[in-house]
């Protein structure tokens, strides 16, 4: 299930990759970047593991690829509890179109001691064109590790969308999150563990229930004196933690500002309000045809509601 847009937040739920002027400003011709206590070394053939991640029950990576560059690979690994689990994992170019799709019921052989951690399934996804791509996994059951690797070091961001944020196996102790425009606040619940939250002017945030944005389009740093521990629920607005805040600013929490303002999270919405308006003024006020371009946009926008939500 997505959280890209609750409540508060007016969006009419998704993803919006957005396009990255240049990447060469984030990894340069094969040098180091460094950002905060993390230092990415961009190898143009080292792959990167990163995770593994714990969805529950949806994890999200974002990755920012400049073209040219193999495929990522999932790797599926059994969780803590013996029982198996059901996957839906989906990529997204850098135009929010599908580029891959697999429904998955891993663990199902029958073993006397199903052991934590033994390797379930891997799969390729394909890392398309130059811009945000994303790759998302779904765990029916919440019982699966998912490790992501990449071909080399790219920058990236990983939100764990309605469900339970939570800890990987080297992350950094200081991630980023990008404060989209239109966004009001976020609430952070459930956390375990230390957690401090400070705004773009160093100006310490609470770290717990309702979070009030003072300035958007803005970075937010979230220390995490534990960073092997520790969790938390957040909604408001899209979540998206990264390791550099050039990686935050490049996915800009995967949103659409359109041209009058209005913020949308799939870029489906933004090419349906496009189209919309197109049709729109074609035919004079009062005519059928405007009626039905009407309702044929809502109809539209009303489905990927509901795709968002499954």
Known sequence: MD?????????????????????????????????????IEASLSKEVVLGPFAPQ????????SDGGVGPAKVTIRRGVRPERDRLMIRAFDQEERLSFWKYAEVGTAQREKPAPGELLAEFEVPLVGNGVNQIR????ECNSLVAITLPRA?????????????????????????VPPRAEELHVSGIKGPLRVVDEGGVELPSTGKIVVG????I?????????KWSFSAYGFPLILCPTPDAARAIQASVEELSDGTVV?????ARTRSSGRILWSMWPSGSSKRRNVMDCTWTSWALTRLRCAV
């Open 220 to 228: 937010w740093k979230f220390i995490f004196p534990d960073p092997k």
């Open 3 to 39: 959280s890209l847009g609750r409540r508060e937040f007016i969006t009419a739920l998704g993803l919006g990759a957005v396009a990255v002027p240049s990447l060469n400003s984030l990894v340069a011709n094969g040098n180091a970047i460094q950002g905060g206590d993390v230092k």
């Open 265 to 269: 999270c799939h870029k489906s919405c």
């Open 215 to 218: 300035k958007t389009k803005s």
């Open 154 to 178: 790219m920058p990236y961001g990983v939100s764990f969308q309605n469900g339970t944020f939570s800890a990987w196996k080297g992350q950094p102790g200081e991630l980023y999150a990008y």
């Open 57 to 64: 029950p949806a994890f999200t990576m974002y990755v920012v």
């Open 137 to 140: 996994v779904t765990a029916g």
